[in-house]
């Protein structure tokens, strides 16, 4: 099946620093990519969807200003996170869909573990 | 408005029990579709059934079934003779078609189910 490539697995980094996240489909192009972040032990929250080419939709409530995305290419999508602060830490999802037309399935990234000291 | 709810926070059993985890959707479309995932220790998304709400068959593969019942709203999943290699927490979500492009449509989580199935 298709996969999804997210780089790195894990980041530490000190707090007012920024952070750059990679998510690659190494077998198909994806037109759509979507952020997701994950509290421990709770839900996955949708951050933003990303569409190649243009800019990124943000959920309500998520700064776009703090997390950069940008899809600059129909195999990958990059979340930077800006000035990180402890708060931050966080287990970041990326997914990708294939295609333009009809259904197809959203496969996963395997996440990041962002930890801001 | 869209919602999903797993009001099971965590279910433990011993090897070789079934196990149901439940579902239950909110939507207003008429079209959308219904997911369930595993998320084991390692933190990624294992994809494991996606039902289009046209469709109230149930499935089966496996150990694995689903009980789809648009009268509910429910998507229940079970696990038959569930296995230590089971654990792991377990999503479901809901996706509306409301685009034309369904690519872009999102997926709505619920909060999960964290199964611990102990020998």
């Known amino acids: 099946g298709a996969v999804v490539s997210q780089h790195p697995s894990w980041v530490i980094c000190k707090s007012g620093t920024s952070v750059k996240i990679e998510c690659r489909s190494l077998d198909f192009q994806a037109t759509t990519m979507f952020w997701y972040r994950q509290f421990p032990k709770q839900s996955l929250m949708l951050m933003a969807t990303s569409n190649e080419g243009s800019k990124a939709t943000y959920e309500q409530g998520v700064e776009k200003d703090k997390f950069l995305i940008n899809h600059a290419s129909l195999t990958l999508s990059t979340l930077t996170v800006t000035s990180a602060h402890p708060e931050d830490s966080s287990f970041y999802i990326c997914?990708?869909?294939?295609?333009?037309?009809?259904?197809?399935?959203?496969?996963f990234g395997q996440g990041t573990r962002l930890t801001v000291v | 408005a869209q919602k999903v709810t797993q009001a099971q926070t965590e279910i433990s059993v011993v090897e070789k029990e079934d196990v149901t985890l439940d579902c239950v959707y909110e939507t207003r479309d008429t079209t959308y579709y219904l997911f369930w995932y595993k998320q084991p220790p390692s933190g990624e998304l294992v994809f494991l059934i996606r039902?289009?709400?046209?469709?109230?068959q149930n499935e089966i593969s496996g150990r694995y079934s689903w009980n789809f019942q648009k009268s509910t709203s429910s998507f229940n999943f079970t696990i038959t003779a569930s296995q230590v290699v089971d654990s792991a927490v377990y999503f479901c979500a809901l996706s509306e078609a409301v685009t034309l492009s369904y690519n872009t449509d999102k997926l709505i989580f619920g909060t999960g189910t964290r199964l611990q199935v102990f020998p």
């Open positions: 039902r289009n709400s046209f469709d109230e």
């Open positions: 997914s990708a869909r294939e295609g333009t037309g009809g259904w197809t399935e959203a496969f």
